[in-house]
């Protein structure tokens, strides 16, 4: 339940987006890493908050117990732990495991890719935080998904708004997780699961709402340095200097259109330190669809400053930031776009295919296609001794393959490879 093979075209669609993700991170000269699937479940356990049942435990074996990834920043964090690296940008592009309920409509499985970019180092505050922004808005505007907004706000601006509303710091983290379902369902419903469920008292949550409900650019982060409350709380004034400086580099970038300041924002990880980010595809009417797909977040991130500590025995903190891009959600759209427009999408490479017109040719193909080969050239033939020219042409529209290699009596003859154009059906001698 919640996984699922990949036919050709889809696996052909997947490599397609990967490549163009992975290009992105090369391009801000992220080195690759791999680390097991298989890690220690006290490695995973704690790290994310309510979400920690979702993590797939295993059954003890020989002495270990062990647990699938839940997803990549964690298993990045220990692995910067355990080798002891204090400066590294990486991307890591691999599958994670959830025990959600699976809701395939959506893109959501058990079994996922997950593609992350990450900065570990100590630097000058919001550098490194403005270019994971940078990358989400080059992914996104390069795969043509469509209008997106990428929401940021900051995990110190929010615990100081709790602090200003009330909150007792025990109650910061499932006050966060409450918060983070405001895009989700309206604020009655998070105000009453503040309340009810989270313990909070009735004024606490409707000072929280006067909070959460704004959102701009720079002019709010201005009004909000200047708000009487906020601006006496320590952390609060922290993240917002540091929001202030995250748009003027934003701005260099020239993205700051797609950026809104959303004080709703709240990400249900436990490990964020402080700024966040969320990618959300606005919606969008589609002509061909029944049913509009609804996609919500398609990429997120932070900055987890206290993670790689929480690994090393001597408690070394390597402050990190990073992004991961939700390939699954993209997927979903793109592959449900290229149904609607009903291209076929070519599953193979192959640029040639090596045919004969008469029978009796089978060696003449067999060395043609060997020397293809060696040659680099991606090339195939039909797994028949003598095959109709007619079904060896229909193969090559079938398969996408645009050019067919002939050789026939005459050309052996006469030395020569008659090389045909399968669109056109123009004939070349060579």
């Known amino acids: 339940q919640g996984t699922r093979d990949h036919p050709p075209a889809q696996t052909a669609l997947r490599d397609r987006l990967l490549s163009a993700v992975v290009s992105c991170f090369k391009r801000h000269g992220a080195a690759a890493i791999d680390t097991p699937v298989l890690e220690l479940r006290e490695t995973l356990m704690g790290k994310y908050g309510e979400d920690t049942k979702l993590i797939y435990e295993l059954q003890d074996q020989g002495g270990e117990l062990l647990a699938l990834r839940y997803d990549l920043t964690v298993p990045f964090a220990r692995y910067l732990a355990m080798n002891k690296v204090t400066n590294m940008k990486r991307y890591h592009v691999a599958k994670v495991y959830r025990r959600d309920n699976p809701a395939t409509t959506r893109g959501r499985y058990r079994e996922f890719y997950q593609c992350d970019f990450d900065i570990a180092g100590q630097f000058d505050p919001m550098i490194p935080d403005a270019e994971c922004l940078k990358i989400v808005h080059e992914i996104l505007s390069n795969l043509q998904l469509g209008d997106f907004i990428i929401k940021v706000n900051d995990r110190r601006i929010l615990n100081g708004v709790f602090a200003v509303c009330g909150v007792p710091e025990s109650k910061f983290i499932p006050a966060c997780s409450t918060v983070d379902k ?8 998070v105000r009453s699961e503040m309340v009810g469920e989270k313990g909070l008292s009735p004024e606490a949550a409707d000072r929280i709402g006067e909070y959460v409900q704004l959102h701009g650019g720079l002019d709010l982060i201005e009004r909000l340095l200047q708000d009487p409350k906020l601006s006496q709380n320590k952390l609060a004034k922290e993240g917002l200097g540091d929001m202030k400086l995250l748009f003027e580099y934003l701005t260099l970038f020239g993205i700051t259109g797609k950026i809104s300041f959303d004080l709703s924002l709240a990400r249900g990880l436990d490990y964020y330190t402080g700024v966040i980010f969320e990618a959300v595809l606005l919606h969008q009417e589609n002509e061909h669809v ?59 490479e192959t640029q040639v295919l090596v045919a004969t017109p008469q029978k009796h040719l089978l060696p003449a193909r067999l060395k043609l296609i060997s020397q293809l080969w060696d040659a680099g050239i991606k090339a195939e033939m039909l797994y028949k001794k003598d095959p109709k020219l007619l079904k060896q042409l229909q193969y090559c529209e079938v398969t996408g393959i ?18 045909r154009d399968v669109a056109t059906r123009e004939e070349v001698s060579m």
């Open 182 to 189: 405001l895009d989700k369902v309206p604020w009655e419903e």
């Open 402 to 419: 645009p050019l067919a290699a002939i050789v026939g009596e005459q050309e052996l003859a006469d030395g020569v490879v008659k090389l």
């Open 290 to 348: 029944e049913e509009p797909v609804s996609v919500g977040s398609v990429a997120g991130g932070g900055r987890y400053d206290g993670l790689v500590g929480m690994f090393d025995p001597k408690g070394r903190k390597v402050p990190c930031v990073g992004v991961s891009i939700g390939i699954e959600r993209i997927f979903s759209i793109l592959e449900q776009r290229l149904q609607a427009s009903g291209e076929k999408l070519r599953t193979t």
